[in-house]
């Protein structure tokens, strides 16, 4: 497999998406390090979303890029550090690589078959209800909505091309909320 450069198209039917969208991350910049991947199960995640998901998005509600799209395992230990140890905490194990390696497989941002997204101009809510009700997707996500506010928090949306498990649920700060907009 050649090793696609920021600038080639994610997938050759997707005119939308480039490489360096899936790469991006401010953190990983800050941070001074590289969040690319030349793993063929991550280019392969990546064409997968992009197919699926992230083209008929752009084809029904135009114009946007995703917010948080392949994260390296350095990079998802930094941004799950919080997360991880309630984890361990919740399954009773140590915070130790053997540890670290159990969750960290059970991520899908690592694969390149998940982003965290905002469309400018369409409530999240909106965003939520689309995806739910119109394409196929592992795990759709409403994520910190407030009550009132359909603009706010996120929505994180995976495809894991034939085992796609079809769940959506909104997390909140007080849990998670299953039927969330039914």
Not at 56 to 72: A, E, I, N, T, V
Not at 80 to 102: E, G, H, M, N, V
Not at 155 to 178: C, M, P, W
């Amino acid at each position: 497999m050649t090793y696609p450069s920021p600038t080639d198209l994610v997938h050759p039917s997707c005119p939308n998406f480039r490489w360096y969208e899936v790469w991006r991350s401010q953190l990983a910049t800050r941070y001074g390090f590289d969040n690319t991947s030349k793993s063929e199960r991550v280019i392969l995640g990546a064409k997968n979303l992009v197919l699926h998901v992230a083209q008929p998005l752009r084809d029904h509600f135009g114009g946007y890029s995703p917010q948080s799209w392949y994260r390296g395992e350095r990079l998802e230990k930094i941004l799950c550090k919080t997360a991880y140890a309630k984890w361990c905490r919740k399954k009773r194990l140590r915070q130790s690589p053997a540890s670290w390696s159990q969750y960290f497989a059970l991520k899908s941002h690592p694969t390149g078959g998940a982003f965290d997204i905002e469309i400018p101009g369409v409530p999240n809510d909106e965003l939520f209800r689309y995806i739910r009700d119109n394409l196929e997707y592992d795990q759709l996500i409403r994520e910190y909505p407030v009550v009132g506010d359909p603009r706010s928090g996120w929505v994180h949306v995976s495809f894991a091309e034939g085992a796609n498990r079809n769940q959506d649920f909104a997390l909140t700060s007080k849990g998670i909320i299953y039927d969330y907009l039914r």
